[in-house]
């Protein structure tokens, strides 16, 4: 069974920064795509940025240039490095990844993040 364990939130002054990590319990080469997503309080969750197994990567328009998402293959885990948070970053933060074959969606269990003014 995949497990996706997300760490590193918690609660940082406005314009502060935070990396989070997600360290997987496999090979994350055998994901085509990983993923951070993140969901605030009545709201839908939403992708804040992702990375194919080329290494390519994409961001929601709102974190590009202060948010950037990498990997280190040796250690099975991902990262999201935060700068110059905002309080609309203010969120739970998911790991998300995706397999080809057989087609699965995983998910880890959620970090907070919490912007103070």
């Known amino acids: 069974q995949v497990q996706l364990v997300e760490s590193g939130g918690g609660l940082v002054q406005l314009g502060g920064s935070l990396r989070l990590s997600c360290a997987a319990s496999r090979d994350i080469l055998n994901f085509f795509l990983m993923g951070w997503y993140r969901q605030a309080p009545g709201k839908q969750r939403e992708m804040v940025a992702t990375?194919?197994?080329?290494?390519?990567?994409n961001y929601t328009n709102s974190v590009k240039g202060r948010f950037t998402i990498s990997r280190d293959i040796a250690k099975n885990t991902v990262y999201l490095q935060m700068n110059s948070l905002k309080p609309e970053d203010a969120a739970l933060y998911y790991c998300k990844g995706e397999t080809y074959s057989p087609r699965n969606n995983y998910w880890g269990q959620g970090t907070q993040v919490t912007v103070s003014l």
């Open positions: 990375i194919t197994y080329y290494g390519s990567t």
